[in-house]
């Protein structure tokens, strides 16, 4: 290991996910003697991978944040802070008017606003969501859409290019937009990049793009950058948010609930 050029912070991070990625969790040790630099260096990698949301630390190891969402279930995710959801979906079922056009993102908070707006009559949903979709599907007072793309098996939506071109063509009034994670500084912000490729198309074809985040998810970050702050026209959240953060928020003109 001697002999072995020791890699830049920045190549040295991107070392670092990919051995996150592929075992889940590694070693503090093995890490350094992966990267040829000392365990202290390491720690403050994992620190920074840690604050961006691609690892948890634990004592003398890291895990992937990706790789153990992967392997968390749909059906287990939807269960985790339920009441919270609930209530986040409740306050937004109340936005939608009938005649209204609306996206609705993938994600767990969005399956309850499926079930929240399922007895509304005269709108249309579109949606990338399997659950959402199937949830909706076949009800007369509902016109459901969804665009065509790859099956993402982690988040159960559709996702690629052709998600991608289709909400480049359409126009709607309000999308329910669901990220990991939200802060000032960098914006809105998902796991994967395939993800928010499709969230920045939504985006883009959305009047109004309303957020639906639990407190879990802000004034943080994660690997692939969706848009700027300033896309987001209102915030639900839930009671535990941190008062300071949401006057941040308010102070950029963004309306929270």
């Given at each position: 290991?001697e002999?072995?050029?020791?890699?830049l912070q920045?190549e040295?991070?991107a070392?670092?996910?990919?051995?996150?990625?592929?075992r889940?969790?590694?070693?503090v040790?093995?890490?350094?003697i992966l990267?040829?630099?000392?365990e202290?260096?390491?720690?403050?990698?994992?620190?920074?991978?840690e604050?961006s949301?691609?690892c948890?630390?634990?004592?003398?190891?890291?895990?992937s944040?990706k790789?153990?969402?992967?392997?968390?279930p749909?059906?287990?995710?939807?269960?985790?802070?339920?009441k919270?959801?609930?209530?986040?979906a409740k306050?937004?079922?109340?936005m939608v008017?009938?005649?209204?056009?609306?996206?609705?993102?993938?994600?767990?908070t969005?399956?309850?606003?499926?079930q929240?707006?399922?007895?509304m009559?005269?709108?249309?949903?579109i949606?990338?969501?399997?659950?959402a979709?199937?949830?909706?599907?076949?009800?007369?007072?509902?016109?459901?859409?969804?665009p065509g793309?790859i099956?993402?098996?982690?988040?159960?939506?559709l996702?690629?290019?052709?998600?991608?071109?289709f909400?480049?063509?359409i126009?709607?009034?309000?999308?329910?937009?669901?990220?990991?994670?939200?802060?000032?500084?960098?914006?809105l912000?998902?796991?994967?990049i395939i993800?928010?490729s499709?969230?920045?198309?939504?985006i883009?074809?959305?009047?109004?793009?309303?957020?639906?985040?639990?407190?879990s998810?802000?004034?943080?970050?994660?690997?692939?950058?969706?848009?700027?702050?300033?896309v987001?026209?209102?915030?639900?959240?839930?009671?535990?948010?941190?008062?300071?953060?949401?006057?941040?928020?308010?102070?950029?003109?963004?309306?929270?609930?």
């Open positions: 290991m002999n072995q050029d020791k890699l920045p040295r991070l070392r670092i996910l990919s051995l996150l990625e592929d889940g969790t590694i070693k040790s093995d890490l350094s990267c040829n630099v000392s202290n260096t390491i720690r403050r990698d994992l620190i920074e991978l604050e949301g691609n948890s630390r634990s004592k003398g190891a890291a895990t944040t790789r153990s969402q992967e392997l968390t749909f059906s287990r995710r939807i269960s985790d802070h339920h919270k959801k609930r209530l986040i306050k937004a079922a109340r008017t009938s005649g209204a056009t609306i996206i609705l993102d993938s994600g767990t969005a399956v309850e606003l499926a929240e707006i399922s007895q009559s005269h709108i249309t949903v949606t990338p969501s399997l659950e979709a199937q949830i909706l599907s076949g009800l007369p007072n509902i016109t459901l859409i969804l793309g099956v993402n098996p982690s988040s159960r939506s996702t690629g290019q052709p998600a991608e071109q909400f480049s063509s126009n709607a009034d309000i999308l329910f937009l669901a990220v990991k994670a939200l802060s000032i500084e960098t914006g912000s998902d796991h994967t993800e928010a499709v969230k920045q198309e939504m883009r074809s959305a009047e109004r793009v309303v957020v639906l985040a639990d407190s998810k802000l004034d943080k970050k994660a690997l692939s950058r969706i848009a700027p702050i300033t987001v026209d209102t915030l639900i959240t839930d009671e535990l948010s941190d008062s300071d953060f949401l006057h941040k928020l308010r102070a950029q003109g963004i309306t929270v609930y």
